[in-house]
């Protein structure tokens, strides 16, 4: 295996995960995904010089999902889902699901800016340090802890507002 296959094949689930948080849909998220990995390939050879491969493609799959969410709203495809509750398809584990406390925060970070939910996505899913998400994300080291601050005090409001959790 080459440097560059290491490297995606290291990253490549959080790449879909990032892109899942900004897009919302799996289908979507993983056609950014495959949009970075296509792209990347005609540079593979300037990636693998790079110091941070990893938080380059972080950067890149964050951009790529932005850029297909804001044509999406657009057409006004996803504000339409975002405003409608789903009802289809309610079968016995989506209706477990969406009682369940991780289902209650995964809708309440879709409420937060896209940049407050990045960098709490990268954050706490992914474990990454605040120097890896400025990084990835092309902020300042300020202004990751400022999002990351108010995404979760936006999100620690909301599951109050909620009684999802208790003060």
Same mark, same amino acid.
């Given at each position: 295996?080459?440097?560059?296959?290491?490297?995606?094949?290291?990253?490549?689930?959080?790449?879909?995960?990032?892109?899942?948080?900004?897009?919302? +849909?799996?289908?979507?998220?993983? +056609?950014?995904?495959?949009?970075?990995?296509?792209?990347?390939?005609?540079?593979? +050879?300037?990636?693998?010089?790079?110091?941070? #491969? /990893?938080?380059?493609?972080?950067?890149?799959?964050?951009?790529?999902?932005?850029?297909?969410?804001?044509?999406?709203?657009?057409?006004?495809?996803?504000?339409?889902?975002?405003?409608? #509750?789903?009802?289809?398809?309610?079968? /016995?584990?989506?209706?477990?699901?969406?009682?369940?406390?991780?289902?209650?925060?995964?809708?309440?970070?879709?409420?937060? /800016? #896209?940049?407050?939910?990045?960098?709490?996505?990268?954050?706490?899913?992914?474990?990454?340090?605040?120097?890896?998400? !400025?990084?990835?994300?092309?902020?300042?080291?300020?202004?990751?802890?400022?999002?990351?601050?108010?995404?979760?005090?936006?999100?620690? !409001?909301?599951?109050?507002?909620?009684?999802?959790?208790?003060?």
């Amino acid at each position: 295996m080459d440097h560059y296959s290491s490297i995606i094949t290291s990253v490549r689930d959080r790449l879909y995960r990032l892109a899942l948080r900004v897009v919302n +849909d799996a289908d979507e998220a993983e +056609d950014v995904v495959q949009d970075v990995l296509v792209k990347s390939w005609k540079k593979r +050879d300037q990636i693998v010089s790079l110091d941070n #491969p /990893p938080a380059w493609l972080m950067r890149m799959t964050k951009h790529q999902a932005i850029d297909r969410l804001r044509s999406a709203r657009v057409r006004g495809v996803r504000e339409t889902e975002a405003a409608a #509750p789903d009802h289809d398809a309610q079968t /016995p584990y989506r209706i477990t699901a969406a009682n369940d406390t991780l289902g209650h925060i995964h809708r309440l970070l879709q409420q937060l /800016p #896209p940049d407050q939910r990045t960098v709490l996505q990268l954050r706490e899913v992914e474990g990454m340090e605040y120097k890896e998400i !400025a990084e990835a994300t092309n902020l300042s080291l300020s202004q990751v802890k400022t999002y990351l601050h108010r995404g979760r005090g936006k999100l620690r !409001a909301l599951l109050l507002e909620q009684r999802i959790v208790e003060s």
